[in-house]
Every structure is written in structure tokens, then in C-alpha cells.
């Protein structure tokens, strides 16, 4: 007898730029057995090549541009809108270069992902490989975490650490941190649209176990 298809989990990602971890997530997705639809990616920059992507892979584009609006709140109640029309079950955060309000944070609670190269902790923000390296960290790496109102702040998920080497320069740790995002990423997300992946009261759970403060650790 044939194994019944996974429930379809539809996504909408929003992005600033290149677009590596989208085209991970595509990737990803078009295995056989995965549940992930991306039914849109949006940009706050009309020239992102992220949307480039998207286009190629089949999948709706809208661009936003945030210097159109009066102000945080309104574009991202313009942006609410412009994701909602898709009616997503998760909203994915790519290289997306805008701090969201109060209001969009709560509004897709529990259902709002982020990737950011450190290992939060430590190093929210900008500059994270150059901040590793300025520390003399033995370790850095990437960690996916749930968005709250707290910059870089939500309950992790899974973070990738590898070594700092000897002669690394913030661009080599940052090309080795995005191979390892490129793994993550599309694993969390999976875990999500696969409904093993939850956010509760005390922080993330994944197959109805709390993760540890640091999220699932993969050391490399």
C-alpha cells in the first residue's frame, strides 16, 4: 500500500538580498516526500536577487518597498496584508533586513522563524563572524530560533557549530557559517511544516519535548 503524501505546509519567505538560504529551502522542498510549499517570497527591495530566484523556481513574488510608508508600523500592517493574501502556516525570515514591530511579531506568534550567523546568544545583530573572531572564539556557527518581540532574542531551535580556525577571516567563517545555514534552515523549517516542531509556553519543543535553552546542537 502507498504511503499517504505529507499535509502541505505553505510558506512564505521574506528576504533583503541574495537569497542563499531561499534557494536552500527550495531546493529542499522539491524532494519527493517534503510537506513544504513556497507559495511566496516577498522583498523589501524591488532588485533583491532573491526574488530573481523565487521566479526561476515557479514561485509568487511581491516586492514592498519600506521607504513608501510613514514609518515602521505601517508598512508592516501593509506587509501583514501582502502575506496573509497567501494564508501561510509559517513565515520564514531569509537574510530579511527590517527589525519588525511589536504588532507583526505577535500577530504570526509561533509560526515566525529566523536564521542568524552566531551562536545566540551571543552576537546579536550585525558583524557576527568579525565579532567571533575579535573575541578569539574557539567556536561560532548559526542558529535558527522562533521570532519574538526581542531582537534575535526567541527560543532556539538548532544551531550548527564549527570550529574557528587558526587563520580565519570574517569572510572565511562567513562562507563556512552559510554551509552549515543551508542545512539547518531547511531541516527546521521541515520539522515544522511536518507539525514536529512547536513553539509553547516554555520555549521550543520539537516531537513534544522541550529543547534545551541552546536548541538541537549539530557540531561539526
Known sequence: MQEPMPA???VVVLLSGSGSNLQALIDSSRAD???????AV??????????????????????????AFEGREAFDAALIELIDAFQPKLVVLAGFMRILSADFVRHYQGRLL?????????????HTHQRALEAGDKEHG????????????????????IPVELHDSPQSLAQRVHVQEHRIYPMA??????????????GALLDGQLLAASGHLIRN
Open 114 to 126: 529566523n536564521i542568524h550567523p552566531s551562536l545566540l546568544p551571543k552576537y546579536k545583530g550585525l
Open 42 to 67: 516577498i522583498s523589501n527591495r524591488a532588485d533583491a536577487y532573491g526574488l530573481q530566484r523565487a521566479r526561476d523556481a515557479g514561485i509568487d513574488t511581491r516586492a514592498l518597498d519600506h521607504k
Open 8 to 10: 502541505t505546509c505553505d
Open 33 to 39: 516526500d517534503s510537506p513544504v510549499r513556497i507559495r
Open 142 to 161: 548559526c542558529s535558527v530560533h522562533f521570532v519574538t518581540e526581542e531582537l534575535d532574542g526567541g527560543p532556539l531551535v538548532v544551531q550548527a557549530v
Open 189 to 202: 523549517v521541515r520539522w515544522f511544516a511536518e507539525g514536529r516542531l512547536t513553539l509553547g509556553e516554555q
